[in-house]
């Protein structure tokens, strides 16, 4: 059985900055990629960042420059580390860790953390 735990939500004024800590149940190399999802009221679950298991990243557009996806192998955790942090921010923020190839494969989730952006 595979764990993801997620940690680090918290209200937070606009401008501020928080760190999102996910951490894995098995060695993270497991995973093809591992990454962080948002998912607002009212709104789809959608795409914040990735990091693949060689470290590459990639980040939703309006997050770029803003966040950083990282991940510490020793830890078997990742990071999602946010400043500038604006209302629209908003969100449950899960943790995510694919394993498989770009046709077949399968999702693992944490159970999320509340992020509140106050302006």
């Known amino acids: 059985q595979v764990q993801l735990v997620e940690s680090g939500g918290n209200l937070v004024q606009a401008g501020g900055s928080l760190r999102l800590s996910c951490a894995a149940s098995?060695?993270?190399?497991?995973?093809?990629?591992m990454g962080w999802y948002r998912q607002a009221p009212g709104k789809q679950r959608e795409l914040v960042a990735t990091i693949s298991s060689g470290g590459i990243t990639n980040y939703e557009d309006s997050v770029k420059g803003r966040f950083t996806v990282s991940r510490d192998n020793g830890k078997n955790t990742v990071y999602l580390q946010m400043n500038s942090l604006k209302p629209e921010d908003t969100a449950v923020y899960y943790c995510?860790?694919?394993?498989?190839?770009?046709?077949?494969?399968?999702?693992?989730w944490g159970q999320g953390t509340q992020v509140t952006v106050s302006s």
């Open positions: 995510n860790g694919r394993r498989g190839g770009s046709t077949l494969f399968t999702d693992y």
């Open positions: 098995r060695n993270i190399f497991w995973f093809n990629a």
